[in-house]
T-cell receptor
């Protein structure tokens, strides 16, 4: 069983559309991170959410941590081709500096 | 600052050959990591080094060895490459605090024939 389930696995939309991707688990986490990986590059951290119910905004991206700290969502408003990439959620288990990643959502935004 | 650098960028090996993937960071980070990324499998941790002088196995260590040469450098060695090790390999580094950001290198694309 995968610790972090990300959905959808693939998403292809037109420029200007809104979208939401999800990261779910049956476990409770002290924090959760979202990374974006552009084609041919390594992942880059977008945000860390810590408090249950927390909402963080990064320009057109809105991140929410579930009240029970078991899940998180990423909403993109008016998607642009530059948003194309693999969106990964990750959690740190047992404060041992190791991250466990979900399998990611591969987003394609078509012009 | 260059951040995390990896060499080589691409490599083709024949089954049974050996090679070492190099990684260096200039952010004075204590922790360093090696991941592999395969289609549909996400990022999986191979080995990590919480601090200079220590290394530990991750989720998929079989077939690999690592060396934390100094605080800056962390290498990954394939002693006898197998086709199942065809993958994209990422090195990352982070500071020694909870919820620290991991900074990733650009990756090494390895094909084992």
């Amino acid at each position: 069983t995968q610790l972090l389930e990300q959905s959808p696995q693939f998403l292809s939309i037109q420029e200007g559309e809104n979208l939401t991707v999800y990261c779910n688990s049956s476990s409770v986490f002290s924090s959760l991170q979202w990374y974006r990986q552009e084609p041919g590059e390594g992942p880059v951290l977008l945000v860390t959410v810590v408090t249950g119910g927390e909402v963080k905004k990064l320009k057109r991206l809105t991140f929410q941590f579930g009240d029970a700290r078991k899940d998180s969502s990423l909403h993109i408003t008016a998607a642009q081709p530059g948003d194309t990439g693999l969106y990964l959620c990750a959690v740190e288990l047992r404060s041992n500096y190791k991250l466990t990643f979900g399998k990611g959502t591969l987003l394609t935004v078509n012009p | 600052n260059a951040g995390v650098t990896q060499t080589p960028k691409f490599q083709v090996l024949k089954t049974g050959q050996s090679m070492t993937l190099q990684c260096a960071q200039d952010m004075n980070h204590n922790s360093m990591y090696w991941y592999r990324q395969d289609p549909g499998m996400g990022l999986r941790l191979i080995y990590y080094s919480a601090s200079e002088g220590t290394t530990d196995k991750g989720e998929v260590p079989n077939g690999y060895n690592v060396s934390r040469l100094n605080k800056r450098e962390f290498s990954l060695r394939l002693e006898s490459a197998a086709p199942s090790q065809t993958s994209v390999y990422f090195c990352a580094s982070s500071g020694l605090a909870v919820q620290e950001t991991q900074y990733f290198g650009p990756g090494t694309r390895l094909l084992v024939l």
